[in-house]
Nanobody, 125 residues
Framework: QVQLVESGGGSVQSGGSLRLSCAAS????????MAWSRQAPGKEREGVAY???????RYLDSVRGRFTISQDNAKRTLNLQMDTLKPEDTAMYYC???????????????????WGQGTQVTVSS
């Protein structure tokens, strides 16, 4: 049974930091690219950060330099270190996995087979 379980969300003041984690099980994580996405109330879901089998990463322009995506060596845990948080970062954050044939379309959320249940991040000004 495939599971992606996020943790680490919470409430912080502007300028603060949070670290999100996503525990992956039930599939061969090394055969997938992974992503963090977020969705704020009334807005569309948007991809925030992506990581590929070779360790390369991509970021949404608005978070580049503030967020860092990483995986542990066994690729069982996906992390998102979020620094210098802003109120506009407030959203539900989800981790997701896409099989490698789909990773060329990594910005498309419909290419991700597996999603976690989400963890809420709230940044106050």
């Amino acid at each position: 049974q495939v599971q992606l379980v996020e943790s680490g969300g919470g409430s912080v003041q502007s300028g603060g930091s949070l670290r999100l984690s996503c525990a992956a099980s039930g599939f061969t994580a090394s055969s997938y690219c992974m992503a963090w996405s977020r969705q704020a109330p009334g807005k569309e879901r948007e991809g925030v950060a992506y990581i590929f089998h070779d360790g390369s990463t991509r970021y949404l322009d608005s978070v580049r330099g503030r967020f860092t995506i990483s995986q542990d060596n066994a690729k069982r845990t996906l992390n998102l270190q979020m620094d210098t948080l802003k109120p506009e970062d407030t959203a539900m954050y989800y981790c997701a996995a896409a099989p490698y044939p789909s990773c060329v379309y990594y910005r498309r959320s419909d290419r991700y087979n597996y999603w976690g249940q989400g963890t809420q991040v709230t940044v106050s000004s």
